[in-house]
């Protein structure tokens, strides 16, 4: 098996899960990643290939960075794919060079989402709007005019890839997938009436990057653990933002870190690196940007949630996690807001008891390993 991972965290973390995965089930993975990242997944026993050129950038067209990159980071791709002859190239949905290395060599792929299906749906509103399907004769007619309205953009996407594929030598059309690995809690996802065929609910693909344990302050008041975004498009400032608003809560909080730690930390806060899922088996809530990792390590350990999305997919995440009752979306991003949104969640036992509704979900999911095999015995 070779699996060419995304760049940012969120795309990093599950692919090296998977590979976890792969090696436990006997195969033998090599994982294509970021230099940033190399030592970490050879630490944990993986075989990995650094490759620079993997992130699309910051360019304003993100279509033309992100396919454009894919094209030149398919050339030297493909040689190192010749070399391994994989039975199966498992392609993060932001990592369309090893889409392309792949079908340059003729070999399948999958396509691993380690979020929620974000494909358009006939059936959906615009995946980002954060919005519901409308319901009744006004509600279809929404969804219908903000169909129309997103799909220039999506002619243009696909022109884009269109362009990059034809100039390495490949048709404007990929032939798909194989497996659609959808590595998110069944809980998150919504019911669609062009669910693909090959598409697999495989519940969340979890990697701690840290063995080191982070002790909360003493005390027995509630304990909110704090996760900033980690993805560049990421809510700016919310560590800062919300100690302001824990103050005088009477919480205890815990602000996990990849970087840079908050100065001036109050006696009642920890901030660190640490791993995030013991941090929560102690938490009464958690504080997010409404990443897809944190979001389920969060549902998984029963703790609810409050949200202070940012761009990308944080908007519709936090809308479903809204939804299904196990947290509140804090809009716009003030401390009274989410000093606010704390201590409702914290007074309702209805959010952890959603929380933990959502966490049973977890039980009805595939596995991946298997998924991919049968993929390639029906081949």
């Known amino acids: ?26 195969d033998d993975p090599t994982l294509f990643i970021s230099d940033r990242w190399v030592d970490a997944a050879a630490g944990a026993g993986i075989t990995t290939i650094s490759l620079a050129g993997m992130a699309p950038g910051r360019e304003l067209d993100l279509g033309r960075a992100l396919y454009g990159r894919a094209a030149v980071l398919a050339r030297s791709l493909a ?25 340059l060599l003729g070999v399948p792929w999958a396509k691993l989402s380690p979020h929620p299906l974000y494909e358009p749906s006939r059936g959906l509103p615009p995946l980002g709007s954060g919005l519901a399907v ?22 243009q996407g696909d022109r884009q890839r269109a362009r990059a594929r034809r100039s390495i030598g490949l048709k404007a059309r990929d032939r798909g997938p194989v497996a659609r690995l959808i590595a998110t809690l069944p809980a998150l996802e919504v019911p669609r009436p062009d669910w693909p065929d090959n598409a697999r609910v495989v519940g969340p693909l979890l990697w701690e990057p840290t063995r080191r344990r982070l002790t909360p302050p003493p005390g027995d008041a509630p304990l909110v653990v ?15 933002l919300a100690l302001t608003a824990l103050r005088g809560t009477g919480t205890r909080a815990v602000v996990s870190t990849f970087g840079d730690e908050p100065d001036g930390l109050p006696p009642w806060a920890r901030a660190g690196l640490g791993r995030q899922d013991e941090m ?40 479903r996690v809204a939804r299904q009752g196990s947290g509140v979306v804090v809009r716009p991003s003030t401390a009274d807001a989410l000093r606010a949104a704390v201590v409702r969640v914290l007074g309702d036992p209805r959010f952890a008891a959603a929380a933990t509704t959502a966490a049973a979900t977890a039980s009805d999911v595939h596995d991946p390993v298997q998924v991919c095999r049968a993929a390639l015995a029906g081949r």
């Not at 090296?16 to 006997?26: E, N, P, S």
């Not at 409308?134 to 002619?155: E, F, H, N, P, Y």
């Not at 809530?285 to 409404?290: D, H, L, S, T, W």
Request: aromatic share 2%.
């Open 1 to 26: 098996m070779a699996v060419v991972a995304g760049a940012d965290p969120g795309h990093v973390f599950p692919a090296i899960a998977l590979c976890l995965r792969f090696v436990k089930a006997g």
């Open 79 to 103: 040689p190192e794919l010749a070399a391994l002859a994989p039975d199966l190239v498992v392609c993060d949905v932001l990592a369309q060079g090893g889409v392309m290395a792949a079908e």
């Open 134 to 155: 409308g319901v009744g004769a006004s509600g279809r007619l929404r969804d219908v005019t903000l169909r129309a309205a997103t799909a220039r953009s999506i002619r």
């Open 226 to 240: 704090v996760a900033p975004s980690t993805a560049s498009s990421g809510a700016v400032g919310m560590a800062e």
């Open 280 to 319: 929560l088996r102690e938490a009464s809530v958690a504080v997010c940007g409404g990443g897809h990792g944190l979001l389920v390590k969060a549902l998984l350990a029963g703790v609810p949630v409050v949200v202070v999305p940012g761009g990308g997919d944080q908007w519709e995440l936090a809308n």
